[in-house]
């Protein structure tokens, strides 16, 4: 079945694709090998194979869509040639300005010109700007090379054909979209259909991969832990700061030397020394370059997330190291397989059982009255946040309040403070920030709400009702085994949302299906050297404008965010790879108060 799922795939992103979607939708594929199938064989073929499911494929832009995100290159008239260089004019005579325009003006008219400038790659809106620029230029030069001097003279005089002007033109129009020359070198370095093979480093070990799948509070990221804890050096990937935070912690109390890396701190174990063999950072910040004996990566359901997906897959494929150690949903299993077929390496699955009971209540909170000690209330909208905090604070009760938006030592401060038996705060306010592997002491979880605002693949906001694997995350936070809960509760604020949440959480979790992609640093720069005078945001732009992604494995992530910190900070002069990296970090436009932290910690930097 993985030699009949790796051929499909391999063909689809062929040349033959369209043909061979044909052939998979025949009675032949359908009558004689679907039936063999079994309904797991059959989950995962790719989407086009299976019955009745029509495959989303990434939608190229047409030649005048593409076209169109190409700035034309200013190109300067000459002033003057050197002195003993006006050979044209010595042999034909000055230039009649004025004829010369006419002439342009019946070139430009002509269809036959049209006609052969559309062959060269010029549609109606290059075909127009090249001549505008031409035209320009042949009115205010004050020189010209002598062969066009001549040529231009000779019509104007009636003595050559205004179709002759041509390849002179088309020189001129290359010069001002330089991609006309380029384009096939531009779309090789934009084919992603194998992202194994950008990481040749990782390439040449022979890595060994575990996956450790289980639900939260199973014990699986511990495992992957002690590894991590007892290697001669190592790397752990989370997907917040405040993850990464409490492992250098725990690292660095253990006695292993231990460097946080963020996106917006570094802090050493040994300030005075150098950096230490062991290193916690979050995902986007991992290194591809450095070899490790032993990396971690957590929370690996989140290589599905629309905006930053991309980190995860770089990790799986690029990391180098001896051994690495996968944590997450059992629902990633089957693709990470698919994606270690094209490194070479086999996956050893360890899977684990939750180590505590939790029980859904059938009664909602209705009342902030019906608030106890140890319970989490979460909601999904900062106001909220602080709305539910002042009415638990007049019932008398003492709160913790957590979200994404909190500097991470404020988060594990509070995080300590609502652990903590003898404090006085023992209600806990937060966002599904703690649904992402936070060490915490919580009874009961409580949901607000069930619907949670989204990204969609165009960027934009959105509410959704909370997937089964998000409902999971957040709810088995309750009841962690070693704290003074070892039995969790999970209920709801409103009475009417209870069945809803009893639903989703009955629910199987939906095998994944694609790995996010973002074009490399690499990639980029190779992109510049063909397009110099773009923009790191217009570079982007156009390579996932003409990329090719194997859709039935990989997707490519939402840019808008990274064009818009790239266009935020395209005044400030720094290296192309630097410019990447800043806008690498996990900001939304949406928040103008850290867009425009980002711009002065980035001016900073200059």
């Known amino acids: 079945m993985r030699i009949l799922q790796r051929t499909v795939r391999g063909l689809i992103t062929g040349p033959t694709t369209n043909a061979f979607r044909r052939q998979i939708s025949s009675s032949t594929f359908v009558q004689q090998i679907l039936p063999r199938c079994t309904p797991l064989q059959k989950s995962r073929?790719?989407?086009?194979?299976?019955?009745?499911?029509?495959?989303?494929?990434?939608?190229?832009?047409?030649?005048?869509?593409?076209?169109?995100?190409?700035?034309?290159?200013?190109?300067?008239?000459?002033?003057?040639?050197?002195?003993?260089?006006?050979?044209?004019?010595?042999?034909?005579?000055?230039?009649?300005?004025?004829?010369?325009?006419?002439?342009?003006?019946?070139?430009?008219?002509?269809?036959?010109?049209?006609?052969?400038?559309?062959?060269?790659?010029?549609?109606?809106?290059?075909?127009?700007?090249?001549?505008?620029?031409?035209?320009?230029?042949?009115?205010?030069?004050?020189?010209?090379?002598?062969?066009?001097?001549?040529?231009?003279?000779?019509?104007?005089?009636?003595?050559?054909?205004?179709?002759?002007?041509?390849?002179?033109?088309?020189?001129?129009?290359?010069?001002?979209?330089?991609?006309?020359?380029?384009?096939?070198?531009?779309?090789?370095?934009?084919?992603?259909?194998?992202?194994?093979?950008?990481?040749?480093?990782?390439?040449?070990?022979?890595?060994?991969?575990?996956?450790?799948?289980?639900?939260?509070?199973?014990?699986?990221?511990?495992?992957?832990?002690?590894?991590?804890?007892?290697?001669?050096?190592?790397?752990?990937c989370g997907p917040l700061k405040l993850l990464a935070s409490e492992v250098f912690h725990k690292a660095n109390s253990r006695g292993v030397a231990c460097d946080l890396i963020t996106g917006e701190e570094r802090r050493l174990s040994n300030p005075e020394g150098g950096g230490s063999a062991h290193v916690a950072c979050t995902v986007e910040m991992a290194s591809t370059d450095v070899r490790y004996e032993v990396g971690v990566i957590d929370e690996i359901q989140m290589i599905r997330d629309n905006v930053r997906g991309w980190a995860w897959t770089r990790t799986v494929l690029g990391m180098c190291v001896d051994e690495l150690h996968i944590c997450g949903e059992a629902s990633a299993i089957e693709l990470v397989k698919e994606m270690l077929l094209d490194t070479g390496e086999d996956l050893e699955v360890k899977t684990y059982k939750r180590l505590t009971t939790l029980t859904i209540q059938d009664q909602a909170l209705q009342s902030f009255d019906n608030i106890r000690n140890g319970d989490c209330v979460v909601a999904f909208n900062k106001n909220d946040i602080y709305a539910i905090s002042r009415n638990v604070e007049k019932r008398g009760f003492s709160c913790a309040v957590i979200y994404g938006?909190?500097?991470?030592?404020?988060?594990?401060?509070?995080?300590?403070?609502?652990?903590?038996?003898?404090?006085?705060?023992?209600?806990?306010?937060?966002?599904?920030?703690?649904?992402?592997?936070?060490?915490?002491?919580?009874?009961?979880?409580?949901?607000?709400?069930?619907?949670?605002?989204?990204?969609?693949?165009?960027?934009?906001?959105?509410?959704?009702?909370?997937?089964?694997?998000?409902?999971?995350?957040?709810?088995?936070?309750?009841?962690?085994?070693?704290?003074?809960?070892?039995?969790?509760?999970?209920?709801?604020?409103?009475?009417?949302?209870?069945?809803?949440?009893?639903?989703?959480?009955?629910?199987?979790?939906?095998?994944?299906?694609?790995?996010?992609?973002h074009p490399t640093a690499d990639q980029i720069e190779l992109f510049a050297y063909h397009l110099p005078n773009a923009t790191l945001s217009n570079l982007i732009e156009i390579f996932v404008s003409i990329c090719r992604v194997d859709d039935s494995l990989y997707f490519m992530c939402n840019i808008e965010d990274f064009k818009f910190l790239a266009d935020t900070i395209q005044h400030v002069p720094l290296a192309l790879k630097t410019r990447y990296t800043f806008c690498c970090a996990p900001i939304s436009r949406k928040q103008p108060f850290v867009c425009s932290m980002f711009l002065k910690v980035y001016s900073l930097a200059k």
């Open 45 to 236: 073929l790719p989407l086009c194979a299976r019955p009745g499911v029509t495959i989303f494929t990434r939608r190229f832009k047409s030649g005048e869509d593409l076209n169109a995100l190409f700035a034309p290159v200013p190109i300067e008239p000459v002033e003057k040639g050197a002195e003993g260089d006006d050979v044209g004019e010595e042999f034909s005579g000055k230039l009649n300005r004025d004829g010369v325009l006419k002439v342009l003006n019946t070139f430009y008219r002509r269809p036959e010109i049209k006609r052969v400038a559309e062959e060269h790659g010029l549609d109606t809106r290059l075909f127009h700007q090249s001549f505008i620029s031409f035209r320009k230029y042949c009115a205010k030069s004050q020189y010209f090379p002598p062969d066009l001097h001549i040529l231009l003279s000779d019509i104007v005089a009636g003595a050559g054909h205004v179709d002759d002007v041509f390849p002179y033109f088309l020189k001129h129009a290359k010069q001002c979209f330089p991609h006309l020359d380029c384009m096939d070198d531009l779309r090789k370095i934009s084919d992603l259909r194998s992202p194994a093979n950008w990481y040749p480093e990782a390439r040449k070990m022979n890595r060994k991969v575990i996956f450790h799948a289980g639900p939260t509070n199973s014990g699986k990221t511990y495992e992957a832990m002690e590894h991590f804890l007892k290697a001669k050096s190592g790397v752990y």
């Open 405 to 517: 938006g909190l500097p991470p030592g404020t988060k594990l401060a509070q995080a300590k403070n609502f652990n903590d038996p003898s404090h006085e705060i023992n209600v806990l306010v937060a966002t599904d920030a703690i649904g992402m592997g936070l060490n915490l002491s919580i009874k009961r979880i409580i949901f607000y709400s069930l619907m949670k605002p989204s990204v969609n693949e165009k960027g934009e906001k959105e509410l959704e009702l909370l997937s089964t694997s998000q409902a999971l995350q957040i709810a088995g936070r309750a009841g962690r085994f070693g704290t003074q809960y070892e039995s969790g509760e999970v209920t709801t604020f409103k009475p009417e949302d209870v069945s809803v949440l009893k639903d989703i959480l009955a629910k199987p979790v939906d095998p994944i299906e694609a790995a996010g992609l």
